[in-house]
């Protein structure tokens, strides 16, 4: 049985206040009550955060470290999957992102690693990108939620420059010959062109009425559908979702493991 008695140090406790947030490195409890205890605080902490952050600019300092914090939380609890359940059951807003990294790290277990040293950039300013979603929701009719979560898992908000193993380029992620048909003239590694492309595919395979299948037709795998419907869904019913994920930081997968490529050192 999963040891549920162990307290966080005052260390991490302190860490994890408003006044001092956690170091890139800061320990992760390794129990179930204090690791969901640190969870909670520390969305509390990010959530305060971001109400703060003019997102015109790259988000402060604060809200960087929090979200690394949560962010590396969610990708333990995806690695066990005995201290997940036992996490959720005392934190089910976890619930989603949790189930949303399993399925990802799975679909990336079936595909081969990065052959090439990753390349990565600045994601274009937050209130630039949900501009870009809001017009393309407008003018293709799919919602803004779902093009900023496909966003997310296809780039980290277009911050992995590098072409996927099968060949598919920019910020959405497009093969070629879909890209000369949906992208309606314009650049695949533009990140405005790129999400109206991408708003005209999805709405193409009727995302209007069942986003899903859309999202199939998109990416031919049901771990990619049921990731990026779970980001879609935090990001359309809590307020500061997609900042929140917008914070988080690029990880790929190598032939040693996963390693992080941006965010603070």
């Known amino acids: 049985m999963l040891d549920t008695t162990l307290v966080i140090p005052a260390g991490l406790v302190l860490a994890l206040g408003l006044a001092l947030p956690p170091p890139p490195t800061a320990p992760i409890p390794a129990s179930p009550r204090p690791l969901a205890a640190a969870l909670v605080q520390t969305e509390r902490s990010l959530n305060e955060a971001i109400d703060r952050w003019a997102t015109s600019a790259a988000p402060p300092r604060d809200v960087t470290l929090l979200a ?7 990708r333990a609890l995806a690695a066990n999957v005995r201290l997940a359940a036992a996490v959720v059951r005392l934190d089910p807003a976890a619930a989603d992102d949790v189930a949303a990294r399993t399925d990802l790290a799975a679909l990336a277990s079936s595909s081969p690693s ?6 990565v950039g600045p994601a274009p300013r937050a209130d ?14 799919v919602r803004w939620q779902l093009l900023a979560a496909v966003n997310f898992v296809e780039s980290g908000f277009g911050r992995i420059r590098n072409a996927s193993t099968a060949g598919a380029q920019g910020p959405m992620q497009f093969e070629p010959a879909t890209w000369r048909a949906y992208g309606l003239g314009g650049d695949v590694h533009d990140p405005h062109d790129a999400i109206l492309g991408a708003a005209n595919y999805l709405a193409a395979n009727h995302a209007a009425s069942d986003e899903r299948a859309a999202l199939f037709h998109y990416n031919h795998s049901p771990l990619y559908v049921d990731a990026v419907a779970r980001y879609t869904r935090r990001i359309t019913h809590d307020r500061r979702g997609f900042l929140r994920y917008y914070s988080w930081q690029v990880y790929v997968r190598t032939r040693a493991g996963y390693r992080r490529v941006t965010g603070p050192r």
């Open 68 to 74: 690394l914090y949560v962010q590396r939380i969610i």
């Open 114 to 119: 990065l052959r090439v040293p990753p390349r």
């Open 128 to 141: 630039r990108l949900l501009r870009w979603y809001r017009e393309a929701q407008t003018r293709f009719g």
